[in-house]
């Protein structure tokens, strides 16, 4: 594949579907560079005092690990004066973060998971950046968290960095998902790969078994099917990974296909799942979509949830279409 920077695709990007106005590629480019630097901080791990503890807690009660609270940081100062952004959302903030009064404002919304996968950072297991790009309402006086709870289906743009043997980011604007890779030695993130499809069948999923004993029976009956194999239901034996990193789970899955789960289960029966719709289930859902996969709560499309709450966690089946489709059907039978 000829080599291009990641300008020069979102520059042919907008001649063919002028749909990539400048202002979103300067965000894009922004939240991109940021990741560089994230990527930098998380591979010096012990040799740039950055791994360990925080001490501190997030919004959602856990503790925040040092490069949780520094790569928070790094997408909030790299994007607060370019003028692209009314305001930012972050699962490390209780908050919404309004863009400062001493910076011009701008018509789009960013959402993150700074560093996903944080119980991964100090085992050296890949770990990752996750984002999600909305317009802000028309006429925005002072952004409000009212203005961020849009149904995924309203986003943009979307995309993940995965800091792992490689730095690799992935991108949708509505347009296919399209994979750079960072090029250490010019800093400069190369396309690597486009228009990613998922497989619509699988032989591998994903589910940390350990709450097999909690799972409600949609989900026993999907798992028993698959570890039945090749004499069960299924006729095929199936793989099993749970990297605990979303977003190295899903780029297996963009990758090679699977199905991804995280299900509500009867550990907090009022909980509807442990990760949350804004900044990781909404942005993830998009690019499998785009990618040719499905992603439901077990019930709907995630892109069709409205959201209530900033910080509301969702049920995830996401990855090879034939397979969302299976799981989500016996959610609907039960
Ligand atoms: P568990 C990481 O903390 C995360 O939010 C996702 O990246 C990951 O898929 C999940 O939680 C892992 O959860 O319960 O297996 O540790």
Redesign the pocket.
């Known amino acids: 594949m000829k080599r291009i920077s990641l300008t020069q695709h979102l520059v042919e990007e907008q001649r063919l579907n002028n749909n990539i106005p400048a202002e979103l590629r300067l965000l894009i480019e922004v939240v991109a560079r940021a990741c560089k630097t994230i990527s930098h901080a998380v591979g010096k791990g012990a040799l740039g005092e950055v791994l360990g503890s925080a001490d501190t807690e997030n919004i959602q009660g856990e503790v925040q690990k040092k490069l949780d609270v520094l790569s928070n940081e790094i997408l909030l100062e790299a994007n607060e004066w370019g003028g692209h952004l009314a305001a930012m959302a972050s699962e490390e903030m209780e908050h919404i973060h309004p863009i400062p009064n001493r910076y011009p404002k701008g018509e789009y919304l960013l959402l993150f998971d700074p560093l996903?996968?944080?119980?991964n950072i100090d085992v050296n297991v890949s770990i990752g950046t996750i984002f999600s790009v909305l317009k802000a309402p028309d006429g925005l006086g002072a952004p409000t968290e009212q203005d961020f709870l849009q149904a995924g289906s309203r986003q943009v743009a979307a995309g993940y960095a995965v800091y792992g043997p490689q730095t690799i980011l992935v991108l949708t604007t509505g347009h296919g998902v399209n994979c750079f890779t960072l090029d250490r030695e010019m800093g400069s993130w190369v396309l690597t790969q486009r228009g990613m499809q998922i497989p619509e069948d699988t032989k591998e999923f994903a589910i940390?078994a350990s709450n097999t004993r909690h799972w409600y029976p949609p989900v026993t009956r999907y798992v028993d099917e698959m570890q039945a194999g090749v004499t069960g239901p299924l006729k095929k034996d199936f793989n099993m990974r749970?990297i605990?990193?979303?977003?190295a789970?899903v780029h297996r899955i963009l990758n090679r296909g699977g199905v991804f789960m995280?299900p509500a289960d009867a550990r907090e029966p009022e909980k509807a799942g442990?990760?949350r719709l804004m900044y990781?289930a909404n942005p993830m859902a998009f690019i499998v979509e785009q990618a040719g996969g499905a992603a439901t709560n077990g019930q709907q499309r995630i892109l069709d949830i409205q959201p209530e709450k900033l910080h509301q966690r969702v049920a995830v089946f996401l990855g090879s279409k034939n397979e969302v489709e299976r799981v989500t059907k016996y959610h609907q039978e039960a």
Do not use: R
Request: aromatic share 14%; net charge negative.
């Open positions: 996903d996968g944080s119980s940390n749970w605990a990193s979303m977003v789970d995280y442990k990760l990781e």
